[in-house]
């Protein structure tokens, strides 16, 4: 117990630190200069004696850091440096920060001497965080189509880019999406890459909590999420239009409801012809690992695509590189506005799973097709080929439904 005059019993000592669990003011004004409301909560104070050096500051115990005054005006004049390490039998130290008060700069050193922290990290911005994020084994795991949203989501939060990361507030965080005019779903891209970004600093002890979770995305829109299917009249347009390898390739969605990387990601070795399927290597879920029937009106559709390719991809530019989903968007888009037709990618998917539904197609099957969680087993899925003739005739219905 340290006992001091005018306060008997209120100041503890706790190895080199005091607390005082009263709410003296006298012993406030005579331990140091602190904030009085702190000293009332218990609040710990570092300090080795209490001998005040002038300008209401104090000696602090020897490793624990030091603030200095800095002459002459300046906004934030105290500076806080720790030590870091010992190069023979000088110390290496380094600046902790710049402060406007000295109970500001106590408060940050003692902050730090409880749960200390790479001073390198603390100078890490929005971007060098999003770059180191970008080269971890989690990001090489995401899909094409992920990473595409991430960078988009990324370029939304440019005012942010340069500013470093350990400093940046939730309500910097909400400007950003508030700002954002390209509605809800860019809004939880936005959210989502900023939580993938906290969860990488807690990873390494950057940060310790995920502010993200905070984060206001607003509500979708019914009307903007609602998918719309290829009418019968729309795909008998698409047939009298084969002789375009973009309308080629929607009737192969159409007829397969694959989605959009799945298809452009097929390799000539996991397309069997002679047995009317091919392979799914690479999706978005476990689910979607999978064999797909493919009709028999679109089989020439795949041999010519095979045959036009000198590469291991199926789908390929006229220089042999695999076509990007973004490629195929666009020119999808272009294709259909000239066909007087404005659909998704995905939508495609949906006239398969809308037409097979239709024609009494027992679920469990369409599942199976476009990589819907199923009850079935991956050894059966695959190595069952009875099976294999039951999917084959489900989306031949299809086309019985159209040209029929």
């Known amino acids: ?102 109970t500001k700069a106590l408060d940050s050193l003692s902050e730090y001497n409880r749960e200390p922290y790479d001073i390198e990290n603390m100078k890490l911005t929005f971007s060098d965080i999003y770059n180191r994020w970008i080269e971890s084994d989690a990001y090489d795991k995401l899909s094409d189509s992920a990473k595409k949203g991430y960078k988009s989501a990324y370029k939304k939060y440019s005012t942010l880019h340069n500013k470093p990361f350990i400093n940046i507030k939730i309500a910097d965080l909400q400007r950003c999406i508030n700002d954002n005019t390209s509605g809800y779903v860019s809004n939880r891209e936005m959210k989502n890459l900023a939580s993938k970004l906290y969860q990488y600093c807690m990873l390494f002890e950057i940060i310790r909590e995920n502010k993200a979770v905070l984060l206001d995305v607003g509500v979708p829109s019914a009307t903007k999420n ?27 969605y159409i007829y397969t409801g694959v989605r959009c990387n799945e298809l452009l990601h097929l390799e000539k070795q996991h397309l069997h012809l002679d047995e009317q399927y091919f392979e799914v290597i690479k999706s978005k879920t476990k689910s979607g690992i999978r064999l797909v029937p493919i009709a028999d009106v679109i089989i020439p559709f795949f041999k010519y695509f095979t045959n036009k390719s ?95």
């Open 1 to 102: 117990m340290y006992k001091r005059q005018g306060c008997d019993t209120c100041v503890i000592q706790i190895c080199d630190t005091y607390v005082c669990n009263k709410s003296h003011s006298t012993v406030a004004s005579r331990i140091v200069s602190y904030p009085e409301e702190k000293i009332k909560k218990g609040c710990i104070i570092p300090f080795l004696n209490y001998k005040m050096k002038g300008n209401d500051t104090m000696k602090l115990a020897n490793g624990y850091g030091s603030i200095t005054k800095l002459h002459g005006k300046r906004r934030n004049p105290y500076m806080v440096r720790i030590t870091t390490g010992w190069n023979d039998d000088k110390q290496i130290r380094e600046i902790l920060g710049y402060y406007p008060s000295y």
């Open 310 to 404: 000198s590469s291991k991809w199926v789908f390929t530019s006229e220089k042999g590189s695999r076509l990007t989903d973004d490629w195929y968007r666009r020119l999808q888009s272009n294709v259909l506005n000239t066909l007087g037709m404005k659909h998704t990618t995905h939508e495609a998917r949906h006239t398969c799973i809308t037409q097979m539904t239709v024609h009494n197609v027992n679920s469990s099957v369409i599942k199976e097709i476009v990589g819907h969680k199923s009850a079935q087993s991956f050894t059966e899925r695959v190595y069952t080929h009875v099976y294999m003739k039951t999917k084959i005739d489900a989306v031949n219905r299809i086309h019985t439904d159209v040209k029929g």
């Open 226 to 252: 609602e998918k719309v299917p290829y009418s019968d009249e729309e795909i008998d347009i698409l047939w009298k239009h084969t002789d375009n390898d973009i309308v080629k390739l929607i009737l192969i």
